[in-house]
């Protein structure tokens, strides 16, 4: 009799653990679920995501390339030194495609684009409350009438300066962008203008002794 009990108890015991290991099991597995949805989801859908700082980047740089594409364009008709002209031709046909490019970004963001002719000739155009002054390397309007005055080796040295400071302006906001932003294809634009502006700075640089 004292075996039978002591069996069934044994088997009670066996089967009772058995429930709870089970019950154990399972608790983790539906907490674990229910919470990675709410809590991963949503955040990781968050990245990649446009923020203030792309926007503020891309209507900055818009009119800082506008005006550098003018002083490319410059050089047509002024300037007789054949690197000087090749590489006019190669900062305005790089830079306004990304200019088309970012506009289709702040239209697509529902955010405002800056006017046609902010960066022409300086400063004018700014009315998408943008501040100028804090861009680094734009030119006065009375620099782009000295550089559009110029002609010759004269042109070319004030092209040169000019152009080296607009760019050294543009890797300063790419910076800038690279820190703040979130746009993956704005950040990768900004390191695309840090790599082509600065091997451009080198480039004219050389050419500055040469003038």
């Given amino acids: 009799m004292n075996a039978r009990v002591s069996s ?8 009772a653990a058995g429930l709870i290991l089970t019950g154990c099991a399972a608790g983790p597995d539906t907490s674990s679920s229910g919470s990675a949805a709410p809590g991963g989801s949503p955040s990781s859908a968050t990245q990649g995501e446009h923020n203030d700082a792309d926007v503020a980047f891309v209507q900055g740089m818009i009119p800082h390339h506008r005006q550098a594409v003018e002083m490319a364009e410059s050089a ?4 007789q030194n054949a690197h000087v002209i090749d ?20 239209e697509e963001w529902g955010a405002e684009v800056p006017a046609e002719g902010s ?6 155009g700014m ?11 734009m030119m006065a309007p009375e620099q782009m009438q000295q550089l559009q005055g110029a002609s010759g080796p004269a042109f070319d040295q004030m092209f040169l300066e000019m152009m080296t400071e607009h760019h050294r302006g543009a890797v300063e906001m790419a910076q800038t962008e690279l820190q703040d932003g979130a746009d993956t294809d704005a ?9 082509t502006q600065q091997a451009e700075i080198t480039e004219m640089d050389t050419l500055l002794q040469q003038v």
């Avoid at 069934?8 to 089967?15: Q, S, T």
């Avoid at 031709?89 to 506009?103: F, L, N, Y």
Wanted: charge should be negative; proline fraction near 2%; hydrophobic fraction near 45%.
């Fill in 8 to 15: 069934a108890r044994l088997l009670a015991g066996i089967a």
């Fill in 76 to 79: 047509a008709g002024r300037s």
């Fill in 87 to 106: 590489l006019a031709a190669r900062i305005g046909g790089g830079q306004q495609p990304e200019i088309d490019t970012m506009v289709g970004w702040l």
């Fill in 119 to 124: 960066g022409m000739s300086g400063m004018g």
């Fill in 127 to 137: 009315d998408h409350g943008g501040d100028m002054s804090a861009m680094g390397g």
């Fill in 187 to 195: 950040l990768a634009l900004a390191q695309k203008i840090i790599d």
